[in-house]
T-cell receptor
Framework: GQQLNQSPQSMFIQEGEDVSMNCTSS?????WLWYKQEPGEGPVLLIA?????ELTSNGRLTAQFGITRKDSFLNISASIPSDVGIYFC??????????FGTGTSLTVIP | DAGVIQSPRHEVTEMGQEVTLRCKPI?????LFWYRQTMMRGLELLIY????????DSGMPEDRFSAKMPNASFSTLKIQPSEPRDSAVYFC?????????FGPGTRLTVT
């Protein structure tokens, strides 16, 4: 099935730094979702975006639904060690089909 | 809310054996999805249901895989016979429409 282009594939950052990752698609979506997955666990929903241009925050996390409806980005401010994990984007189209990105692996160095 | 419940969390079986994975979705969610996750292929959609009816099973690898949803609170994914290449983490997710909520997964190892 279709997968979204997610970048970067991996990030190694110092504690306290800000993080930015993005997701792009050749198709438009009605919903963008961002998940975090930790080892041995299922993906956990962090933020859901429902309309183009929407900017939503969840603590130190901020995500935006791109104006073209073909992209989204996630920012994490002032990273801490517990931010470590794999972050996935997902898009939902008008047919209620969900497509997932390939993931961004985040490592935070104390 | 208990979230999506999956069992077992870990399953080790020998090639040729039947494997049954179970899922209890979040109450009130109309959609249920089964995914497989591997390092090589990432997260793959196997099948999804809407109101207990299978809508898209195009991701089911082959006839050895089957899924059922006899009622709104229970679904199974069965592999018969199992093969070593089926080793992966299998996730169930449920959705009220716009978002998906994942279970903790079942790690399947076929030797």
């Amino acid at each position: 099935g279709q997968q979204l282009n997610q970048s970067p594939q991996s990030m190694f950052i110092q504690e306290g730094e800000d993080v930015s990752m993005n997701c792009t698609s050749s198709s438009i979506f009605n919903t963008w979702l961002w998940y975090k997955q930790e080892p041995g666990e299922g993906p956990v929903l962090l933020i859901a975006l429902y309309k183009a241009g929407e900017l939503t925050s969840n603590g130190r996390l901020t995500a935006q639904f791109g104006i073209t409806r073909k992209d989204s980005f996630l920012n994490i401010s002032a990273s801490i060690p517990s931010d470590v994990g794999i972050y996935f984007c997902a898009g939902r189209n008008t047919g209620n089909q969900f497509y997932f990105g390939t993931g961004t692996s985040l490592t935070v160095i104390p | 809310d208990a979230g999506v419940i999956q069992s077992p969390r870990h399953e080790v079986t020998e090639m040729g054996q039947e494997v049954t994975l179970r899922c209890k979705p979040i109450s009130g969610h109309d959609y249920l999805f089964w995914y497989r996750q591997t390092m090589m292929r990432g997260l793959e959609l196997l099948i999804y249901f809407n109101n207990n009816v299978p809508i898209d099973d195009s991701g089911m690898p082959e006839d050895r895989f089957s899924a059922k949803m006899p009622n709104a609170s229970f679904s199974t994914l069965k592999i018969q016979p199992s093969e070593p290449r089926d080793s992966a983490v299998y996730f169930c997710a449920s959705s009220p429409g716009y978002e998906q909520y994942f279970g903790p997964g079942t790690r399947l190892t076929v030797t």
